[in-house]
């Protein structure tokens, strides 16, 4: 029976290496998605920081007398 269980867990430790070495990385979709989204978001903190801008505009107009 040990020697069963010691002939499968090589096995599988031989499969798990084989995945291991065959590991090519993100696939081009998922560079995609993540390009765009990265995209949006530096999109949105500039409209983040245009709109504060413009509202300090508004504001010290509205200080001066």
């Not at 903190?45 to 007398?65: A, E, M």
């Amino acid at each position: 029976m040990i020697p069963v269980l010691i002939s499968y867990m090589s096995m599988q430790w031989h499969r798990l290496q084989a995945l291991r070495e065959d590991d090519r990385g993100m696939t081009t979709e998922t560079l995609i998605i993540t390009g765009t989204l990265a995209a949006a978001a530096v999109a949105v903190l500039v409209l983040i920081v245009n709109s504060i801008n413009n509202r300090t505009t508004q504001v010290t107009d509205s200080l001066d007398p």
